[in-house]
């Protein structure tokens, strides 16, 4: 269902070759929403290797590394569990540092978060009962949001590629209101985050003739999810193939950066 899976040595040299060549380039910023068990985790594995680092805001999210037919690497990338839940955006935060340090030494050349849905959830739990800050007015959904976004811009301002893996919430109208599904985040969040990342994607399962298939959807034309996709290389349907998607996010960059120059 996942296709090829064979490993591919060096899973980010040819992102960082690229990279190197050109003088604006950084590396892409993904954001991966979709309903459990459709193969968001697996996915960013196959594409990044041991070369990132995970900071697991879920229980159990990186489960799947450890079992050998969806992980041919053949090794568990390092990782953190940060479960905390009196103060748990403070613990990814200090998470982040440490895995920004790791990148600038070499080690890590990606930095994963799966998933921020989870963190916000906890989060936003933290905001509201904690630190008693009133949901009436957004001022709950305000506070966290300053956080978050602070989070994203600073791993952003970096030559890190990063990677937030997330559950997805349907669209739902209410009083009138229509508000697109999409990454499963408090308020207008749902929209918000997802424009600060450079491609979005939808994870799911086509069904075929041959049988199901795991897929990205990516159509920013489609008002019902949001999606998004600034370098026009993602098709509406294609094979969940991540490693490809950055390849070819990565070479439309250059040829922008050598027509720029």
Known sequence: AFGDVRPIAGPLDVLERAAQRCQTMKL????????????????????????????????G???????????????????????????????VQVAVKQALVGCRQGKYSAIV????????????????????????????????????QSLIWEIMATEVMFVAISHETEP?????????????????LVESVPSMFDIVLRAGVEQSATGAERVFRCDPLNREYVTGDRFNVVAAVEKMDLRAILQRAVTKTRQLDAAGG
């Open 28 to 59: 892409p910023t993904v954001l991966i929403s979709g309903p459990p068990k459709t193969g968001k985790t697996v996915s960013v594995i196959r594409a990044l290797g041991p070369s990132a680092y995970w900071i697991c805001a879920e229980r």
């Open 113 to 148: 978060i799966d998933t921020i849905s989870a963190l916000a959830e906890r989060e936003f739990y933290r905001i509201r009962q904690m630190d008693h800050v009133s949901e009436g007015y957004g001022r709950a959904a305000r506070a966290f949001a300053d956080k978050l």
């Open 172 to 188: 739902v109208t209410f009083e009138g209101r229509f508000r697109p599904g999409g990454p499963r985040l408090p308020g207008k």
């Open 61 to 91: 999210a990186l489960i799947p590394a450890y079992d050998k037919e969806l992980n041919q690497w053949g090794v568990v990338p390092d990782h953190i569990e940060a479960l905390d839940t009196a103060r748990p955006f403070e613990q």
